[in-house]
Structure formats: structure tokens, C-alpha cells
């Protein structure tokens, strides 16, 4: 049905910056809201980032003023630019993107199989 595939993690010192991607396909119909959730070693899965099809954003209180969330509609894709990265934000980063699979059918959420970023000392 529907493909996310997450790109861009990696290991990375504390105070710099990666960039992740998410890449949607399959047979989609129209993708709505597209996001970013992470789970920590032991943690359970916590929301990071979500973006509208028109644009507006929202995150988390954790990763405000650090973490951007942008989408290109055009190629079903989603990126969060990551600067200032602290300990804290290892993990693994799954998108998800809620879409529609075929006219006037209802919205399912799908999601990608995660990217680990792991930030060091």
C-alpha cells in the first residue's frame, strides 16, 4: 500500500546538526498530515514534529527553537532539520503520514520503520 522510508540518521556530537528525510509512495491518493515521532532506549514512542499540507507546524515543547519540520508536497517527502542536538534526542525517528488511499476513502496512518540518530559527548 503505502512506503515511508527514512533517511539522514546517524552519529552526530552533541551540539550539531543532522537532516532527516522520509520519502512516501505506493498507491496513494492524497497524503495529509506528515510527521515525526521518536522512541529513546526504553521509552515509549513520543511525538516530535507534525506538518499540515498547507504548511503549519507544530512540535514538541523538547525540541522547539531546535528542530524544523518542512514537506515537499510534490514529491511526498518529509524532512526535520535537527541543530543543537543534545543526549537526550538519540533515539529512533519514525515518520508517519496520514493519507488517503483512494477518493472519498477514509484517512489511515502509516508509518516508516525508523532511522536511529544517536547523539554522543
Not at 500500500?1 to 552519529?11: D, I, N
Not at 546538526?17 to 505506493?26: D, P, V
Not at 519540520?69 to 535537527?82: E, G, H, P
Amino acid at each position: 500500500q503505502v512506503q515511508l522510508v527514512e533517511s539522514g540518521g546517524g552519529l552526530v556530537q552533541a551540539g550539531g546538526s543532522l537532516r532527516l528525510s522520509c520519502a512516501a509512495s505506493g498507491r496513494i491518493f492524497s497524503i495529509n498530515a506528515m510527521g515525526w515521532y521518536r522512541q529513546a532506549p526504553g521509552k515509549q514512542r513520543e511525538f516530535v514534529a507534525g506538518i499540515t499540507t498547507s504548511g503549519s507546524t507544530n512540535y514538541a515543547d523538547s525540541v522547539k527553537g531546535r528542530f524544523t519540520i518542512s514537506r515537499d508536497n510534490a514529491k511526498s517527502t518529509v524532512f526535520l532539520q535537527m541543530n543543537s542536538l543534545k543526549l537526550e534526542d538519540t533515539a529512533v525517528y519514525y515518520c508517519n503520514a496520514d493519507a488517503t488511499l483512494a477518493y472519498n476513502s477514509g484517512t489511515s496512518r502509516f508509518w516508516g520503520k525508523g532511522t536511529l540518530v544517536t547523539v554522543s559527548s
